[in-house]
């Protein structure tokens, strides 16, 4: 059940992961290549590798937040009633949000495959008035989670994880 190139241990996991990003690269890259066994075709729009700021392999993607997009199109992201984890890590500069906003971290599928045509549907981190952020989930119009106002940090590297287990809706920040 492991998959060999993997550092040691492996993951008995890995053969279920439809979309792996690294964001590895040089400065200015406009290259995003799925590290999964999928080898999805990511679409970009906007973002480039930065290595000013990362948290592992010296780069990250860099989106200035003007509805810049990476995204892969496949059935494998229509998840229905099933269940599924997204997971990335985050750094939110605190100095490009000076007003309320709300963007989309991780926009879900339509049942078909396609993008939902809008923010509601997917993993939202939204900044409010005063410096708070809140990290959210609505899933087919009727999944829907809003974690407490205050739980992500600007400026701070931190693990974000979405799952859905028998039914039940979770998110973790950092943990």
């Known amino acids: 059940q492991i998959k060999t190139g993997l550092p040691a241990g492996g993951d008995v996991n890995y053969n279920d992961v439809s979309l792996l990003l690294h964001m590895n690269g040089v ?53 229905g009633t099933g269940d599924f984890t997204i997971e990335f890590w985050q750094y939110m500069y605190n100095s490009s949000l000076t007003v309320a906003n709300q963007k989309g971290i991780v926009q ?32 087919n119009g009727g999944d829907s989670l809003l974690s407490n106002t205050g739980v992500l940090t600007a400026d701070t590297w931190e693990h974000v994880a979405v799952t859905r287990s028998s039914g039940a809706l979770r998110i973790f920040v950092n943990g």
């Open 108 to 139: 879900i599928s339509n049942a078909s495959g396609g993008l939902s045509t809008t923010y509601t549907n997917g993993v939202l981190i939204a900044y409010g008035i005063g410096g708070n952020y809140s990290i959210g989930v609505n899933l």
């Open 27 to 79: 400065d200015g890259s406009t290259t995003f290549t799925d590290s999964s066994d999928n080898n999805q075709t990511i679409t970009r729009s906007g973002p480039t590798i930065e290595v000013e700021q990362f948290k592992f392999g010296g780069s990250s993607a860099y989106f200035n937040g003007t509805g810049e997009t990476l995204s892969a199109s496949s059935t494998d992201f229509a998840f």
